[in-house]
Structure formats: structure tokens, C-alpha cells
């Protein structure tokens, strides 16, 4: 199968000075097929948030692709458009769901003026159909009363029926893509049970491939096909969701899972993984990102960066203790 | 938003509203025309005849002062247009692109602000000729720094809003943003502003035309209504006050409205 979005040795570097400039993401390559599901896990800071911003041009003024591809349906080059082209593509066929609803809609404006626009931005329609279509789109991601809200304003509105709205925004224009980025952090657990209820119910109806970044392991382990877990920029380990939960290969993976609380560990201290995420400067060493944290490093770890070793089809891990077991995975991605 | 009205607000909304009466009564009554002379009646005490007495001309202080609102009304109005506008497009250019346009914009912005005030119109209307028209043109540029400023503030403090780069990620235009997801946003600094600047700009026009670089007689002016009243100023007190009362009223009134709007619209109580 094609893929939809197609990530090739992406890297994107923070202009630090006017001569200095270090990687925020570096070599990462991630593919996302037609009604997939695919989730991004990891630690504040490793680079989820820019690599979402930067497959629809938005990554921060200082950060520039320097190297790589992005391809959305094998044709348009993401990553060579002008701010101009790229517009198109924006809302209408890849959509983004911010983190926090409660900043993410504008308080100044109405709910209906900031449904309606992406209608008569994108589909050109015209302000009494704009107003039909968002009504039957408040219907079908369940909000009740649906023409009284258009009249409302965001701010008196609570997070869940906001992060709906939002969602509703994002796929008025049925997208093919739907990044969300942290979708129900900033709600409570029963809101965020319905928030993705309502994402599986549009990948199911509309055929719409999810990205979802999340530091919930719970929730991708609900809702996604496959895992991209990503530590300082690079993504250390991929794999269909069976295969990370039950066989994690990299170290950082078998870390993230074991600080899972649960009710079985009620009595023992939460397990964590010591040391922080390396600063940008500091990835610039030879060896693997994660060794200095690392249990199970070795003198090797150190001194040369461990490529994708193929574990089980579809699963590689960036680690040398797989170089044994599999050679070079230069075909994972199929 | 159903805070209660403060009473700055409320006594502002009270003197503009009183100062808009007497203007718009001014456009199709006065009690006597404005420049008829009558140099038997010169340098009247106030009485019933001549409410606010009569000038060194004979003229009623009252109709002249009425017809000096008109003046001062479109004085502050347009140069206050004048300020907005052109503080918008800079305010608004500088912070939205930022980088070396917003450096090389908010410099000029500063350099003008860097002059003194007076100092600059009085440069302006005299490189041309005096007139209304001059006198509304200097004050308006002179007040395009103070919109250019919290325009630019209001934009670079939205601009990174989360809301404005979600509507980014939705695919809406520069002109979209700036227009319909910033601006809402800034209407209340903005109307601050607005006020201000409209009671700096009366008060302004009344300096320039005391110094009589500003609005030309026949014109009726509060500020030339205080010059011409100068020299009569033991013989004839009331002449002096009544158009520096008015000055005074409409620049608290302003002022005042200033103040109110702000806390009306302000989200921190």
C-alpha cells in the first residue's frame, strides 16, 4: 500500500545563531497509510510537537528543514512548497487538533464564525450553507443544540465541547490526514474517553488516517495501529502496537512501559527512568542518544550511533543489542 | 460581559455626550451667528441675553463656542482616523512580519515620538500654509506613533496565540488572521487609543491655534477664542473661562471614556 504521508530522513535545524545551527529532528523517517492510525510517544521535548508543526510548514520562524522529504500522497513534496501552496493543503487536506481547547479557539469570535470560515475558505460556500454544513457537522461529532452554539462564544463553553468543536473544524473539510497533538491532555478521563470515541468514529467513517501524538501510553495503546516512539529527535523504536507493548526492543521503550502505573504496583516506587532528555547541543556525540541514561550500555554505545535494526517484520528498534539478532532493517517500513 | 459601568465611565460617556449635543445643535441652531459683530454689545458680562456674554468684536461667546465644538470634533475625529489608520498598517506590519521591517519601522516610530509634539506641528503647519486642513494632517501624524505602538504590541502578544496558529493550521491567509482572528482581539486598546488620542488632538489643535498657527479666524476655534481672549482677560474674565472650561470639559470627558473603556474591558479583575 502507498502511503499517505511519507517522512524520508526528515531533519529540521534550530538556527541557534547566524552561524551556529543544531538538529531538532534528525534522520527521521515515518510513513502514515490511508486509514491508519499511528502514534507518537515521547518525553517533553523529543520533538513530537515540531516534527506535527513541520509536515504543514508551521514549525517555528528560528527551525528550517535542512535535509529530507516530506510527500503527502506521493505527489506533493510538503517540504518544498512555498507558504503559499502549502496553505492549501492546510485544513483541507491535512488537519491539525491542538492540545489545549481552551486556548486553541478564539474568544473573540463566535463559535459559528470560526466553523463557518473553514467552509467558505476552503469549499467556497456561501454563509447560509456554511451555517447548514456546520450544523450537521456539530450533529454527527455530538454536540447537542447545535444552532443555539453557533451563536455562542468559546469561552463559555466547557473543554470537552470545545476539543469537540475544534474537531469538528478540523475535519469539516473531510481531511485525509488528521494530526492530533495531544488531543485529551487537557481533559478529564471520561471527557477524554468520548473525545476518542468520536476520532475513531471519523477514521472509521472517513476513511482518515490519525496521527496521534500522545505522552498517554494508554490511550495509543487504545486507539492506534502503529508506534513511532521518539527520543531526541530520532525515532528510536517503531512497530505494529502488539509488538511495542508486548515485545518493546529499545531500552527508552522498555523504560516508558515499566513507568506505567498500575494497580498491581500499587505498593512499589514508580519505576523511572533516570537522567533527563539530552539538551540540543549535546546530541551532537558520536554514540546513542540514550546511552548516557541507558542500563544496559556498553563501551559501543558510546562511541558510534546505532542505526534501525529490524526486530520482527513491521518492528525495528535503534539499539545494538539487536545487531545479533536481525541485520540491518532497511525495509521496515513495509 | 456584564461588569458594571464605572463611574469614570459613566461621567466621561456624560460630558462627550453633552459636548456632541452642543455640537449637533451647533450645525442648525445657534442663538446668534457665530461671526456677526456688534460692536455696541463688545466685551459683555454674561447675562440673559448673551448666556456666556459677548467678545471684544461684540460677537456671542456662547454660539461661537458652540460652533468652535464643530471644529474641535472634526479635528479629533479625523486625526484621529488618520493616526489609526496609518498606525495600523505600521503597528500591524511591524509585528506581524517582524524581523528588520519591524526594527527599521518602530525606529521611524520612534524618532517621531523622539520629537517633541508640539515642536513638530508647529514645523509642519508652518512648512505650509496654516489652515484646518494642515492643522488635522500634522495632529494626525502626530498621534500614529501611539496607535503604531499598542497595534504592534496587540499583534505580537496574538500572534503567538494558540488560537491563531491553530487557524494557521486550518489554512487561513495572512489577511484572515490579521483581520478576523487578531484584530477582535484588539479592538479595546485600540478604542483606548482612540479616545486618547482624540482629547490630545483638541487639545493640541487648541494650543496651535492660540499660538495662531492652527485654524484660521473667521473660523471659530476654542483655542484662538482663548488667544483673542488674552488681552482681555482683567476687563473680561468670563471670555477667557468659557473656552478654556470647554477644553477642559472635553479633554476630561475623553479621558475619562478612555479610562472607562479600559476597565470594561479588562479581563485581570
Known amino acids: 500500500m502507498n502511503p499517505l504521508l511519507d517522512i524520508r530522513e526528515l531533519r529540521l535545524e534550530l538556527q541557534r545563531t547566524r552561524k551556529e545551527s543544531v538538529a531538532v529532528l534528525d534522520g527521521l523517517s515515518l510513513s502514515v497509510g490511508k486509514g491508519e492510525t499511528v502514534g507518537i510517544v515521547g518525553e517533553s521535548g523529543c520533538g513530537k510537537s ?55 479557539l ?33 450533529r454527527k461529532v455530538g454536540l447537542a443544540r447545535p444552532e443555539a452554539l ?12 470545545r476539543q469537540r468543536i475544534m474537531i469538528a473544524i478540523a475535519i469539516s473539510c473531510n481531511p485525509g490526514l488528521l494530526i492530533a497533538d495531544e488531543p485529551t491532555t487537557a481533559l478529564d478521563v471520561t471527557i477524554q474517553a468520548q473525545i476518542l470515541d468520536l476520532m475513531r468514529q471519523i477514521r472509521d467513517e472517513n476513511d482518515t488516517a490519525i496521527m496521534l501524538i500522545s505522552h498517554d501510553l494508554g490511550v495509543i495503546a487504545d486507539m492506534c495501529d502503529r508506534i513511532a516512539v521518539m527520543y531526541a529527535g530520532q525515532i528510536i523504536e517503531e512497530g505494529p502496537v502488539d509488538a511495542i507493548f508486548e515485545e518493546p526492543r529499545h531500552p527508552y521503550t522498555i523504560g516508558l512501559l515499566q513507568s506505567i502505573p498500575a494497580p ?5 516506587k514508580l519505576f523511572s527512568i533516570p537522567g533527563t532528555v539530552p539538551g ?33 517484520p513491521g518492528h525495528a528498534a535503534r539499539c545494538w543489542l539487536l545487531a545479533e539478532r536481525g541485520g540491518q532493517a532497511d525495509a521496515i517500513v513495509s | 460581559m456584564n461588569k458594571k459601568a464605572s463611574f469614570s465611565l459613566l461621567l466621561g460617556i456624560a460630558f462627550v ?11 442648525f441652531y445657534t442663538p446668534y451667528d457665530a461671526n456677526e459683530m456688534n460692536i455696541a454689545e463688545r466685551l459683555q458680562a454674561p447675562s440673559a441675553k448673551h448666556w456666556l456674554g459677548t467678545d471684544n468684536f461684540g460677537r456671542d461667546v456662547l454660539s461661537r ?47 517621531l515620538l523622539a520629537f517633541p509634539g508640539i515642536l513638530l506641528a508647529l ?27 499598542v497595534v504592534r504590541s496587540g499583534v505580537l502578544q496574538q500572534k503567538e496565540a494558540e488560537y491563531v496558529k491553530a487557524a494557521k493550521g486550518l489554512g487561513a491567509g495572512h489577511l484572515h488572521l490579521i483581520f478576523k482572528q487578531i484584530l477582535p482581539n484588539m479592538i479595546s486598546p485600540i478604542l483606548t487609543t482612540a479616545a486618547l488620542s482624540f482629547s490630545a488632538a483638541i487639545l493640541i489643535e487648541a494650543a496651535l491655534s492660540y499660538l495662531g498657527l492652527g485654524v484660521q479666524p473667521p473660523d471659530p476655534s476654542w483655542g484662538r477664542m482663548l488667544n483673542e481672549a488674552q488681552s482681555f482677560i482683567r476687563k473680561a474674565p468670563w471670555f477667557t473661562l468659557a473656552p478654556g472650561l470647554f477644553i477642559m470639559v472635553t479633554v476630561l470627558g475623553f479621558n475619562l471614556l478612555s479610562d472607562g473603556i479600559r476597565d470594561l474591558r479588562d479581563t485581570r479583575q
Open chain 1, 150 to 161: 453557533l451563536k455562542e462564544y468559546p469561552y463559555q463553553l466547557s473543554g470537552g465541547m
Open chain 1, 264 to 268: 498491581s504496583k500499587k505498593q512499589e
Open chain 2, 123 to 149: 514645523l509642519l503647519v508652518s512648512i505650509f500654509k496654516p489652515s484646518m486642513s494642515q492643522t488635522i494632517l500634522a495632529i494626525g501624524v502626530l498621534s500614529i506613533p501611539s496607535f503604531a505602538r
Open chain 2, 17 to 27: 455626550a453633552l459636548l456632541l449635543a452642543v455640537m449637533l445643535t451647533s450645525l
Open chain 1, 50 to 104: 515540531v516534527l506535527s508543526l513541520s509536515i504543514l510548514g508551521l514549525q517555528p520562524n528560528a527551525m528550517r528543514i535542512t535535509g529530507g522529504e516530506i510527500w503527502y500522497k506521493e505527489e506533493y513534496p510538503l517540504h518544498d512548497l512555498k507558504p503559499r501552496d502549502i496553505r492549501r493543503y492546510r485544513g483541507s487536506e491535512i488537519a491539525m487538533v491542538f492540545q489545549d481547547p481552551m486556548s486553541s
Open chain 1, 106 to 138: 478564539n474568544n473573540g469570535l463566535t463559535v459559528g464564525a470560526q466553523v463557518t470560515e473553514m467552509f467558505r475558505l476552503h469549499a467556497g460556500c456561501s454563509r447560509a450553507e456554511a451555517k447548514e454544513r456546520a450544523i450537521a457537522l456539530f
Open chain 2, 65 to 111: 463656542i458652540m460652533v468652535g465644538a464643530q471644529t474641535a470634533f472634526l479635528v479629533g475625529l479625523l486625526s484621529a482616523v488618520i493616526g489609526l489608520v496609518f498606525g495600523f498598517i505600521i503597528g500591524t506590519a511591524a509585528g506581524y512580519t517582524g524581523k528588520w521591517l519591524d526594527e527599521l519601522l518602530m525606529r521611524g516610530i520612534d524618532g
Open chain 1, 280 to 312: 540540543l547541543a549535546e546530541r551532537q556525540s558520536l554514540g546513542c542518544r540514550f546511552a548516557p541514561r541507558c542500563g544496559m550500555a556498553v563501551k559501543h554505545c558510546y562511541t558510534e550511533a546505532p542505526p534501525l535494526f529490524g526486530a520482527s
